[in-house]
T-cell receptor, first 110, second 117 residues
Framework: SQQGEEDPQALSIQEGENATMNCSYK?????LQWYRQNSGRGLVHLIL?????REKHSGRLRVTLDTSKKSSSLLITASRAADTASYFC??????????FGTGTRLLVSP | DAGVIQSPRHEVTEMGQEVTLRCKPI?????LFWYRQTMMRGLELLIY????????DSGMPEDRFSAKMPNASFSTLKIQPSEPRDSAVYFC???????????????FGPGTRLTVL
């Protein structure tokens, strides 16, 4: 069963705009990770945020985590056409096991 | 490092046939995961291994599915007999389990797209 539900399911923006994706989960976690999947490819890890962290940055990515609301958000700033992909949150439920969300399909138009 | 290697990349078979998917994890990684991705069910964890030992196979859909890891550099996922509803993309992933406070990032292979006619 999927732990994470992502919102929106699909997002269409123009290059240069910011894209925000949200993830909600159900149980307590050790950490939360975000992955990207380009069409026809495997998932690629983007960023990991621990349960005791509230915000983390990596390049144009900003991730927040609110454990009281059991939610996380991924912000991609100044988006590019190359950012077009599906984005998944994954929650760490213990013993190296990740449970992936439903994903957000992002389309960035030139 | 070549990353996680999966073969074949595409498999088309007929219902009732045996299908074997193969995975070579990143050298030195001690965890290996098998996932299945479909439009309807998303990305599901089927089974995972630690040091070649199956840890959790609760995601394996039924007895027609089996997985083995005979050594640290090779794993197989077998479906026998295959059915049309098994059509999906199957991913293998690996990680090094050094993180004390939680799971490490997983490295995914390119996947095997299975079509059962």
């Amino acid at each position: 069963s999927q732990q994470g539900e992502e919102d929106p399911q699909a997002l269409s923006i123009q290059e240069g705009e910011n894209a925000t994706m949200n993830c909600s989960y159900k149980t307590s976690i050790n950490n939360l990770q975000w992955y990207r999947q380009n069409s026809g490819r495997g998932l690629v890890h983007l960023i990991l945020i621990r349960s005791n962290e509230r915000e983390k940055h990596s390049g144009r990515l900003r991730v927040t985590l609110d454990t009281s609301k059991k939610s996380s958000s991924l912000l991609i700033t100044a988006s590019r056409a190359a950012d077009t992909a599906s984005y998944f949150c994954a929650t760490d439920t213990g013993f190296q096991k990740l449970v992936f969300g439903t994903g957000t399909r992002l389309l960035v138009s030139p | 490092d070549a990353g996680v290697i999966q073969s074949p990349r595409h498999e088309v078979t007929e219902m009732g046939q045996e299908v074997t998917l193969r995975c070579k994890p990143i050298s030195g990684h001690d965890y290996l995961f098998w996932y299945r991705q479909t439009m309807m069910r998303g990305l599901e964890l089927l089974i995972y291994f630690n040091n070649n030992v199956p840890i959790d196979d609760s995601g394996m859909p039924e007895d027609r599915f089996s997985a083995k890891m005979p050594n640290a550099s090779f794993s197989t996922l077998k479906i026998q007999p295959s059915e049309p509803r098994d059509s999906a993309v199957y991913f293998c992933a690996s990680t090094l389990g050094t993180e004390i406070l939680g799971a490490n990032e997983q490295f995914f292979g390119p996947g095997t797209r299975l079509t059962v006619l």
